[in-house]
T-cell receptor
Protein backbone atom coordinates (compact mmCIF):
# COMPACT_ATOMS: atom_id res chain seq x y z
CA UNK A 1 0.00 0.00 0.00
CA UNK A 2 1.30 3.44 -0.94
CA UNK A 3 1.68 5.99 1.82
CA UNK A 4 -0.35 8.49 -0.17
CA UNK A 5 -3.15 7.53 -2.54
CA UNK A 6 -4.54 9.89 -5.15
CA UNK A 7 -6.84 9.08 -8.04
CA UNK A 8 -4.96 10.00 -11.24
CA UNK A 9 -8.17 10.79 -13.12
CA UNK A 10 -8.41 12.35 -15.63
CA UNK A 11 -11.15 14.57 -14.30
CA UNK A 12 -13.08 16.66 -16.81
CA UNK A 13 -15.49 19.39 -15.73
CA UNK A 14 -17.27 22.30 -17.42
CA UNK A 15 -16.12 25.84 -16.77
CA UNK A 16 -17.61 27.26 -13.59
CA UNK A 17 -17.98 23.90 -11.86
CA UNK A 18 -16.76 23.16 -8.35
CA UNK A 19 -13.87 20.72 -8.44
CA UNK A 20 -13.08 18.35 -5.60
CA UNK A 21 -9.68 16.67 -5.46
CA UNK A 22 -8.79 14.19 -2.75
CA UNK A 23 -5.97 12.19 -1.21
CA UNK A 24 -5.85 9.59 1.50
CA UNK A 25 -2.81 8.63 3.51
CA UNK A 26 -1.78 5.91 5.88
CA UNK A 27 0.99 7.46 7.97
CA UNK A 28 -0.41 9.23 11.03
CA UNK A 29 2.95 10.96 11.48
CA UNK A 30 2.27 13.31 8.57
CA UNK A 31 1.86 16.82 9.92
CA UNK A 32 2.14 19.19 7.00
CA UNK A 33 -0.09 18.94 3.97
CA UNK A 34 0.37 20.68 0.67
CA UNK A 35 -1.27 20.96 -2.71
CA UNK A 36 0.76 21.69 -5.80
CA UNK A 37 -0.35 22.53 -9.31
CA UNK A 38 1.81 21.40 -12.19
CA UNK A 39 1.41 22.45 -15.79
CA UNK A 40 2.89 20.24 -18.46
CA UNK A 41 6.68 20.33 -18.48
CA UNK A 42 6.85 22.84 -15.64
CA UNK A 43 7.85 22.57 -12.01
CA UNK A 44 5.09 22.18 -9.40
CA UNK A 45 3.69 25.39 -7.96
CA UNK A 46 2.70 25.50 -4.29
CA UNK A 47 -1.02 26.28 -4.02
CA UNK A 48 -1.97 25.52 -0.45
CA UNK A 49 -0.14 24.65 2.74
CA UNK A 50 -1.86 23.47 5.89
CA UNK A 51 -0.65 22.17 9.19
CA UNK A 52 -3.69 21.14 11.18
CA UNK A 53 -7.11 19.67 10.61
CA UNK A 54 -9.72 22.04 9.29
CA UNK A 55 -10.21 24.33 6.34
CA UNK A 56 -7.97 26.93 4.77
CA UNK A 57 -9.22 29.24 2.07
CA UNK A 58 -7.28 31.25 -0.50
CA UNK A 59 -9.31 32.87 -3.22
CA UNK A 60 -11.09 30.18 -5.22
CA UNK A 61 -9.15 27.41 -3.47
CA UNK A 62 -10.04 25.69 -0.20
CA UNK A 63 -7.88 23.04 1.39
CA UNK A 64 -9.42 20.68 3.89
CA UNK A 65 -7.62 18.29 6.22
CA UNK A 66 -9.24 15.57 8.30
CA UNK A 67 -6.51 13.89 10.30
CA UNK A 68 -8.89 11.51 12.03
CA UNK A 69 -9.86 10.05 8.66
CA UNK A 70 -6.42 10.58 7.08
CA UNK A 71 -8.08 12.42 4.23
CA UNK A 72 -7.30 15.73 2.57
CA UNK A 73 -9.17 17.64 -0.11
CA UNK A 74 -8.72 20.59 -2.40
CA UNK A 75 -11.78 22.42 -3.67
CA UNK A 76 -11.69 24.77 -6.62
CA UNK A 77 -14.67 27.09 -7.02
CA UNK A 78 -15.71 28.67 -10.30
CA UNK A 79 -13.20 26.56 -12.20
CA UNK A 80 -11.55 28.11 -15.23
CA UNK A 81 -9.88 26.57 -18.30
CA UNK A 82 -6.60 27.94 -16.94
CA UNK A 83 -7.03 25.61 -13.95
CA UNK A 84 -6.44 22.67 -16.30
CA UNK A 85 -3.32 21.02 -14.92
CA UNK A 86 -2.14 18.16 -12.75
CA UNK A 87 -2.76 18.61 -9.04
CA UNK A 88 -0.45 16.85 -6.62
CA UNK A 89 -1.07 16.39 -2.95
CA UNK A 90 2.03 16.16 -0.80
CA UNK A 91 2.72 15.42 2.82
CA UNK A 92 5.71 16.08 4.95
CA UNK A 93 7.08 13.18 6.89
CA UNK A 94 8.84 14.54 9.94
CA UNK A 95 10.46 11.16 10.51
CA UNK A 96 12.22 11.05 7.16
CA UNK A 97 12.31 14.75 6.32
CA UNK A 98 10.90 13.97 2.89
CA UNK A 99 7.92 15.20 1.01
CA UNK A 100 5.73 12.31 -0.08
CA UNK A 101 3.66 12.96 -3.19
CA UNK A 102 0.44 11.52 -4.42
CA UNK A 103 0.32 10.33 -8.01
CA UNK A 104 -1.37 13.53 -9.14
CA UNK A 105 -4.84 14.12 -10.61
CA UNK A 106 -5.11 15.49 -14.12
CA UNK A 107 -7.87 18.09 -14.35
CA UNK A 108 -9.38 19.47 -17.52
CA UNK A 109 -11.78 22.38 -17.37
CA UNK A 110 -13.71 22.72 -20.60
CA UNK A 111 -14.92 26.15 -21.78
CA UNK B 1 5.95 32.57 -2.67
CA UNK B 2 9.67 32.00 -2.74
CA UNK B 3 11.45 31.67 -6.06
CA UNK B 4 13.64 28.80 -7.13
CA UNK B 5 15.53 29.24 -10.36
CA UNK B 6 16.59 26.20 -12.36
CA UNK B 7 18.79 26.25 -15.45
CA UNK B 8 18.86 25.21 -18.17
CA UNK B 9 15.20 24.58 -18.92
CA UNK B 10 16.11 22.11 -21.60
CA UNK B 11 19.27 20.51 -22.88
CA UNK B 12 20.14 18.10 -25.67
CA UNK B 13 23.43 16.26 -25.49
CA UNK B 14 25.29 13.40 -27.08
CA UNK B 15 25.58 10.06 -25.35
CA UNK B 16 28.67 9.91 -23.15
CA UNK B 17 28.81 13.60 -22.31
CA UNK B 18 28.08 15.20 -18.95
CA UNK B 19 25.39 17.74 -18.21
CA UNK B 20 25.18 20.13 -15.26
CA UNK B 21 21.89 21.50 -13.97
CA UNK B 22 21.80 24.42 -11.53
CA UNK B 23 19.23 25.16 -8.88
CA UNK B 24 19.21 28.46 -7.02
CA UNK B 25 16.97 29.80 -4.28
CA UNK B 26 16.68 33.49 -5.16
CA UNK B 27 15.10 35.11 -2.14
CA UNK B 28 15.64 32.71 0.72
CA UNK B 29 18.27 30.44 2.15
CA UNK B 30 17.81 26.74 1.66
CA UNK B 31 19.77 24.40 3.87
CA UNK B 32 18.13 21.47 2.11
CA UNK B 33 17.47 20.98 -1.57
CA UNK B 34 15.94 18.00 -3.30
CA UNK B 35 16.33 16.58 -6.78
CA UNK B 36 13.48 14.80 -8.49
CA UNK B 37 13.02 12.98 -11.73
CA UNK B 38 9.70 12.80 -13.51
CA UNK B 39 8.63 10.57 -16.38
CA UNK B 40 5.67 11.50 -18.59
CA UNK B 41 2.33 11.30 -16.80
CA UNK B 42 3.96 10.10 -13.61
CA UNK B 43 4.55 11.71 -10.26
CA UNK B 44 7.85 13.04 -9.03
CA UNK B 45 10.45 10.51 -7.99
CA UNK B 46 12.88 11.69 -5.35
CA UNK B 47 16.48 11.06 -6.39
CA UNK B 48 18.48 12.64 -3.62
CA UNK B 49 18.47 15.06 -0.73
CA UNK B 50 21.17 17.70 -0.72
CA UNK B 51 22.29 19.45 2.44
CA UNK B 52 24.54 22.48 2.33
CA UNK B 53 28.12 21.60 3.13
CA UNK B 54 27.64 17.85 3.32
CA UNK B 55 27.32 14.87 1.02
CA UNK B 56 24.00 14.23 -0.62
CA UNK B 57 21.79 11.38 0.48
CA UNK B 58 20.64 9.26 -2.44
CA UNK B 59 17.47 7.23 -2.68
CA UNK B 60 17.67 3.52 -3.23
CA UNK B 61 18.45 2.64 -6.81
CA UNK B 62 19.94 6.03 -7.71
CA UNK B 63 23.59 5.84 -8.75
CA UNK B 64 25.53 8.44 -6.82
CA UNK B 65 28.49 8.24 -9.20
CA UNK B 66 26.25 8.96 -12.13
CA UNK B 67 24.22 11.75 -10.59
CA UNK B 68 26.70 14.01 -8.83
CA UNK B 69 25.17 16.53 -6.48
CA UNK B 70 26.96 19.51 -4.99
CA UNK B 71 25.37 21.90 -2.51
CA UNK B 72 28.16 24.41 -1.99
CA UNK B 73 26.13 27.28 -0.59
CA UNK B 74 22.79 28.04 1.03
CA UNK B 75 21.39 29.16 -2.29
CA UNK B 76 22.93 26.84 -4.88
CA UNK B 77 22.81 23.13 -5.61
CA UNK B 78 23.94 21.45 -8.81
CA UNK B 79 23.16 18.08 -10.36
CA UNK B 80 25.62 16.69 -12.87
CA UNK B 81 24.54 13.76 -15.00
CA UNK B 82 27.82 12.08 -15.91
CA UNK B 83 28.33 10.02 -19.04
CA UNK B 84 24.72 10.50 -20.00
CA UNK B 85 22.89 7.79 -21.90
CA UNK B 86 19.53 7.86 -23.69
CA UNK B 87 17.87 6.19 -20.70
CA UNK B 88 18.82 9.23 -18.62
CA UNK B 89 16.52 11.34 -20.77
CA UNK B 90 13.89 12.71 -18.42
CA UNK B 91 12.48 15.79 -16.74
CA UNK B 92 14.60 16.78 -13.74
CA UNK B 93 13.22 19.12 -11.10
CA UNK B 94 14.91 20.65 -8.09
CA UNK B 95 13.26 22.00 -4.99
CA UNK B 96 14.40 24.01 -2.03
CA UNK B 97 13.12 23.94 1.49
CA UNK B 98 12.93 27.07 3.56
CA UNK B 99 15.27 27.08 6.53
CA UNK B 100 12.33 28.03 8.73
CA UNK B 101 9.14 26.13 8.04
CA UNK B 102 8.32 23.12 5.96
CA UNK B 103 7.36 24.67 2.65
CA UNK B 104 9.04 23.29 -0.42
CA UNK B 105 9.40 25.39 -3.55
CA UNK B 106 10.22 23.96 -6.95
CA UNK B 107 12.29 25.05 -9.89
CA UNK B 108 10.80 25.10 -13.37
CA UNK B 109 12.45 21.85 -14.36
CA UNK B 110 15.01 20.74 -16.93
CA UNK B 111 14.14 18.51 -19.85
CA UNK B 112 17.18 16.42 -20.68
CA UNK B 113 17.35 14.62 -24.00
CA UNK B 114 20.33 12.36 -24.63
CA UNK B 115 20.87 11.39 -28.23
Amino acid sequence: QKEVEQDPGPLSVPEGAIVSLNCTYSNSAFQYFMWYRQYSRKGPELLMYTYSSGNKEDGRFTAQVDKSSKYISLFIRDSQPSDSATYLCAMWSGNTGKLIFGQGTTLQVKP
Amino acid sequence: GAVVSQHPSWVICKSGTSVKIECRSLDFQATTMFWYRQFPKQSLMLMATSNEGSKATYEQGVEKDKFLINHASLTLSTLTVTSAHPEDSSFYICSARETVGEKLFFGSGTQLSVL
